[in-house]
T-cell receptor, first 113, second 118 residues
């Protein structure tokens, strides 16, 4: 069974731009969660989508948004990029809501210059 | 406010030794405590998990010890091997009341970088 895939793997953007990251969950998984990982803050929860609905949201500004499609694939968007948005963005999928076992993708490394 | 405190930040262990990583939490609403292992360039992978009604869980060389009264839990890696060198994250899950039934949120510790030297 294929794992969680994330595209692109690496991205360089400049301040003020916007970016869209993509995540394809494991086949059959309906929940997709997004996390931001930085050396200073560790893994921080962004939001979770289940059956195309945002079910849960972390403490991030409104510049961070996401959506989920009917095939469970998810996209995350960050608008008006700031230098502090440089991070590894991880997507995790699970059969049910976040409470069940999560499988992480390899992440997208975003660098904002 | 850090809800899950993990220590140490880094750990060096001799091959064959025991690696011990500790986590502490304050919120008694947490009901599930997983540990994740992350290798460079990869996403975290679930290693082992425990619920608070159990004091210990063992899977191969990995053991979680859980002390509910002290609100602490730890990961022990027996017979540590160089291939165990990775970053380990503890996490805790609680129901997210804001989001309705069945919604949970995982809170992660800041990670421990383990290096096992030959």
């Amino acid at each position: 069974k294929a794992g969680v895939t994330q595209t692109p793997r690496y991205l360089i953007k400049t301040r003020g731009q916007q970016v869209t990251l993509s995540c394809s969950p494991i086949s059959g998984h309906r929940s997709v969660s997004w996390y931001q990982q930085t050396p200073g803050q560790g893994l921080q929860f962004l939001f979770e989508y289940f059956s195309e609905t945002q079910r849960n949201k972390g403490n991030f500004p409104g510049r961070f948004s996401g959506r989920q499609f009917s095939n469970s694939r998810s996209e995350m968007n960050v608008s008006t990029l700031e230098l502090g948005d440089s991070a590894l963005y991880l997507c995790a999928s699970s059969l049910g809501l976040q409470g069940s076992e999560q499988y992480f993708g390899p992440g997208t490394r975003l660098t904002v210059t | 406010q850090q809800q899950v405190k993990q220590s140490p930040q880094s750990l060096i262990v001799q091959k064959g030794g025991i690696s011990i990583i500790n986590c502490a939490y304050e919120n008694t609403a947490f009901d599930y405590f997983p540990w994740y292992q992350q290798f460079p360039g990869k996403g975290p992978a679930l290693l082992i998990a425990i619920r608070p009604d159990v004091s210990e869980k063992k899977e191969g060389r990995f053991t979680i010890s859980f002390n509910k009264s002290a609100k602490q839990f730890s990961l022990h890696i027996m017979d540590s091997q160089p291939g165990d060198s990775a970053t380990y994250f503890c996490a805790a899950r609680k129901r997210d009341e804001r989001s309705g039934a069945g919604s949970y949120q995982l809170t992660f510790g800041k990670g421990t970088k383990l290096s096992v030297i030959p």
